[in-house]
């Protein structure tokens, strides 16, 4: 069946657009003209997020805050294995990947660490990413308050993410 969804989905849009007598072609390269200005418009807070990205991990910045972060990740029962990872991960989803691959190489597919680091890369969000790409399409400058509410929610994602596994894994 799913072999035949998208030839019978472009048949439905010819055989719509013929009865409504649309231009098929026409529409379809104002369509890309539009992709292409919103790749315009929003390239540039994506380059200045790659290049931030990739000075904040090679400053060594990431492993001063994870040293910084451990003791209080302890507290709260959160792996300090996984810092890296919620550092990361607001910023860049490649990243937070590659992190994720060095805790499950290093700990175990089955590790506490691992089953953390693997539940925030499902659940949790690459915030600065989303933010520069969807406020910049939109042209909206002032992300103050959205930029907060993500951040406390990615916060509060991160705690209950290390305590759920913990009661799950029954350590």
Known sequence: MTDYIIPVLTVGILVYASI??????KAFCEGASDGLKTCADILPALVLLIVCVGMFRASGAVEALTELLKPLCRAISFPPEAISLVILRPFSGSGAMAVYNEIASANGADSFAERVAATLIGSSETTFYTIAVYFSAVKAKKTR?????????????????????KLLMGE
Not at 20 to 25: C, G, L, N, T
Not at 145 to 164: E, K
């Open 145 to 165: 308050h959205a930029t907060a509410a993500a951040l406390t929610a990615d916060c509060t994602a991160w705690i209950v993410c290390g305590m759920t596994v």
């Open 20 to 25: 409504k007598k649309v231009d098929v072609f």
